[in-house]
């Protein structure tokens, strides 16, 4: 079955890069559209965007200035790239699937806890 | 952007009770719309698309309604399993949005 594993460091400084991995099982990267969703401790979940089958990204407009999602289909995984972060950007970090197009999302990692903090 | 309105915020109810929450969106979604359902420490669980398809594995007590900018979604008789919280989904536009969520708590 289709899994994803997100990686990266837990804790990043203020004004630095935030930069997570998602790794996907039981599916091809090329074959489905990919999104990386943040949710903030206690709070709802936000879209920060998603790569489309073809490698073409899409961003949220309010983090299009700090936001890159690459992707690496020699590996089958995708990447997200946050620069200047701040305490604001605090979150758990889920890469997730969709499966017909860029509509819902049936599939979605565990989630990674990335702290903001010097 | 779109909007999407959950309300209520919160709800507490008894086991085998009639759950309705809903959507709005601030203009019309022509049914693209998804509901998640999440429990603490987990990530979200798909548990329906276009407004009303079940996804595969859901139990068919959870049944999704609407159409335009109004949308529900129903649980028809409250299990303890169904404590969690359940956010709304559009796709009709980029980009995408989510409603702030309804925590529901078995009494």
């Known amino acids: 079955q289709v899994q994803l594993q997100e990686s990266g460091p837990g804790l990043v400084k203020p004004s630095e890069t935030l930069s997570l991995t998602c790794s996907v099982s039981?599916?091809?990267?090329?074959?489905?559209?990919w999104s990386w969703i943040r949710q903030p401790p206690g709070k709802g979940l936000e879209w920060i965007g998603c790569?489309?089958?073809?490698?073409?990204?899409n961003y949220s407009p309010s983090l299009k200035s700090r936001v890159a999602i690459s992707v690496d289909t020699s590996m089958n995984h995708f990447f997200l790239t946050l620069r200047s972060v701040t305490a604001a950007d605090t979150a758990v970090y889920y890469c997730?699937?969709?499966?017909?197009?860029?509509?819902?999302?049936?599939?979605w990692g565990q989630g990674a806890l990335v702290t903001v903090s010097s | 952007d779109i909007q999407m309105t959950q309300s209520p915020s919160s709800l507490s109810a008894f086991v085998g009770d009639r759950v309705t929450i809903t959507c709005r969106a601030s203009?019309?979604?022509?049914?693209?719309l998804a509901w998640y359902q999440q429990k603490p420490g987990k990530a979200p669980n798909l548990l329906l698309y276009?407004?009303?398809r079940l996804e595969s594995g859901v139990p068919s007590s959870f049944s999704g309604s609407g159409s335009g900018t109004d949308y529900a979604l129903t649980i028809s008789s409250l299990r303890p399993e169904d404590s969690a919280t359940y956010y709304c989904?559009?796709?009709?536009?980029?980009?995408?949005?989510f409603g702030a969520g309804t925590k529901v708590e078995i009494k």
């Open positions: 997730a699937r969709y499966p017909a197009g860029l509509r819902w999302l049936d599939r």
């Open positions: 039981g599916a091809s990267i090329s074959s489905n559209y």
């Open positions: 790569i489309s089958d073809t490698g073409k990204p």
């Open positions: 203009q019309g979604i022509g049914n693209s």
């Open positions: 276009d407004a009303s």
């Open positions: 989904q559009q796709y009709y536009s980029v980009p995408l949005t």
